[in-house]
Structures are given as structure tokens and as C-alpha cells.
């Protein structure tokens, strides 16, 4: 689900993942280096472009995921919301869900693309209320960590204090 939403990211181009971009010695020495390598374009730009722009929407109010939303950043989000299978009836279950949100940031110029997947929550269990908090607040911890620069609802950037 992350490499499809990040080729949309990418402007269509499926990137092979990766983890680690870098190791270093106890020194600080680069022992080895990983830089994105390109698997294929699934998708044309012009679609990708298309689905950000929808993905952005779910995000902004009267969206499904309005809880998805990090304060001084354009977001781009899905979220999802499924039901399981009865084991007994073999049809989907009532009760028993998996509810997910899977968005990136900032919309316009990604760095970081984020799956949130709750299985079988205990209270409510639409995506856009279970998982796109988990989300935001996962989001807004990780572009502070990365140093990723505030843009305005315009996506200007801010002024560097």
C-alpha cells in the first residue's frame, strides 16, 4: 500500500524501498551509502497528479480524513475502511473491521509517505476516525524529526524563525 501511494508521490515512478539510507562507523565514516533506485512508472505524471489532487481533498474539510491533517502542512491522504471475513458464514463480518489511512507530506514535494492500519478496532471503525489520528500525530513528530520546513494552507513556505 506504501509503494503504490509513493509512486503517486513520485509522480508516478515506483521506487524500490529502503530503510536505511546510509551506515556509518562508531567515527562518523560512511561505510555505505543507498540511493533511490527507480523500478518502473506505473502510472503517467498527469495521473499522478490527478490522484494528489483527490488525495488532498479526503484531507481538507468535509473530507474522510480531516483528522489526517498536520498543521502548517499540505497533506495527501486515503482513507480505508474494510470489513473481514466470518470465519463461521464465510460472508463479511458485522463487527470485526480493519481501518486504515495511508497519506504523504508535504503534497507538493514529498519526504515521507506514512501507512496507519488498526486491525479490528474496539470502538468506532472508520478509517478516517480510527487511523488518520494515528496518522497526523505520527506525521507531525516525524516532519520535526526530519526538519521538513512548515508551508502555509497556500504552500508558501514559512519564514525561518
Known amino acids: 500500500m506504501v509503494m503504490a501511494v509513493s509512486a503517486i508521490a ?9 530503510v536505511v539510507s546510509e551506515v556509518r562507523s562508531s ?3 560512511t561505510i555505505a551509502r543507498f540511493e533511490p533506485v527507480v523500478r518502473r512508472r506505473p502510472i503517467s505524471s498527469q495521473t499522478a497528479k490527478a490522484l494528489t489532487e483527490i ?5 481538507l474539510p468535509g473530507g474522510t ?8 502542512y499540505d ?12 470465519p ?3 460472508g463479511y463480518s458485522a463487527t470485526r ?3 486504515s489511512f495511508v497519506g504523504f507530506l508535504p503534497a507538493d514535494d514529498p519526504k515521507l509517505a506514512i501507512l496507519v492500519v488498526v486491525d479490528e478496532p474496539q470502538t468506532e471503525h472508520w478509517g478516517g ?3 488518520a489520528p494515528v496518522f497526523q500525530r505520527i506525521a507531525a513528530q516525524a516532519v520535526r524529526h526530519l526538519g521538513i520546513v512548515p508551508q502555509t494552507e497556500q504552500g508558501q513556505i514559512l519564514a525561518a524563525r
Open 10 to 18: 513520485n509522480g508516478g515512478w515506483l521506487m524500490r524501498p529502503y
Open 27 to 29: 567515527t562518523g565514516e
Open 55 to 59: 488525495m488532498r481533498g479526503a484531507v
Open 65 to 72: 480524513g480531516t483528522l489526517g491533517a498536520v498543521p502548517g
Open 75 to 86: 497533506v495527501a491522504g486515503k482513507t480505508g475502511t474494510a470489513q473481514k471475513t466470518d
Open 88 to 90: 463461521l458464514t464465510g
Open 97 to 99: 473491521m480493519v481501518s
Open 129 to 131: 476516525t480510527v487511523a
